[in-house]
């Protein structure tokens, strides 16, 4: 799989492979996630859940919960799959 963003971040990533959880902010229904790349400002994952830009989550990096804002989706077509970038807004 190729996804090709535009480079727009000024702040170091670094390639992670962990497992995350989220839900929708208000449920209690949770979803799963694999991390791919982490900033302080935000985590890029990949799930089977569908998302929607402007979304905001409940995001568990193990051991951290954060609330988090949808900033874009890409719905890969070979495995069905969301590549979901999200923003980092504040830890509960």
Same mark, same amino acid.
């Given at each position: ?14 390639? $992670?492979?962990?497992? @995350?959880?989220?839900?929708? +902010?208000?449920?209690?229904? %949770?979803?799963?996630?694999?991390? *791919? ?23 568990? $990096?193990?051991?951290? @919960?954060?609330?988090?804002? +949808?900033?874009?989706?890409? %719905?890969?077509?070979?495995?069905? *799959?969301y590549i979901v970038g999200v923003s980092l807004e504040e830890v509960i």
């Open positions: 799989m190729t996804i090709n963003f535009d480079e727009k971040r000024s702040i170091y990533r670094k390639s $992670v492979d962990c497992h @995350i959880d989220f839900s929708e +902010v208000g449920s209690s229904e %949770k979803f799963k996630g694999d991390a *791919k790349n982490l900033t302080a400002a935000g985590v890029n994952f990949i799930t089977d859940h569908e998302l929607t830009e402007g979304q905001e989550l409940d995001v568990t $990096v193990h051991p951290v @919960i954060q609330k988090a804002k +949808v900033a874009h989706v890409v %719905k890969d077509e070979d495995s069905g *799959k």
